[in-house]
């Protein structure tokens, strides 16, 4: 019933820019927190950000100053926005959520992928020139 659905990913050079976008359906988010995790070969998964109900916003070292995450709930949907992409940031990006009693930013990001109930399938980025 509870489905997230990410795309936008692909093919982009260094310096270059990506929207990604998580469509939900089988909830409504408003009263959800949502984050990104990311998982390059080889490496375990790693949350980089998140947005709780109230809209404020965490970041990992790695992607703040470059990634912005937001939430349109009147679309069930979040974005990450990323600019100055870099080879690094090649990975497996994967929308996440769970119960709001568990899943909390940014707690729920940079404490590890324990408390996510719920994934979504993975969009594929490349930043490789």
């Known amino acids: 019933q509870v489905q997230l659905v990410e795309s936008g990913g692909g093919l982009v050079q260094p310096g270059g820019s990506l929207r990604l976008s998580c469509a939900a359906s089988?909830?409504?988010?408003?009263?959800?927190?949502l984050a990104w995790f990311r998982q390059a070969p080889g490496k375990e998964r790693e949350g980089i950000s998140c947005?709780?109900?109230?809209?404020?916003?965490y970041y990992t070292h790695s992607v703040k100053g470059r990634f912005t995450i937001s939430r349109d709930n009147a679309k069930n949907t979040v974005y990450l926005q990323m600019n100055r992409l870099k080879p690094e940031d090649t990975a497996v990006y994967y929308c996440a959520t769970g119960f709001p009693v568990f899943f909390r930013c940014p707690e729920g990001v940079s404490g590890g992928s324990s408390s996510v109930r719920y994934w979504g399938q993975g969009t594929q980025v490349t930043v490789s020139s």
């Open positions: 089988g909830f409504t988010l408003d009263y959800y927190t």
């Open positions: 947005i709780s109900r109230n809209s404020s916003t």
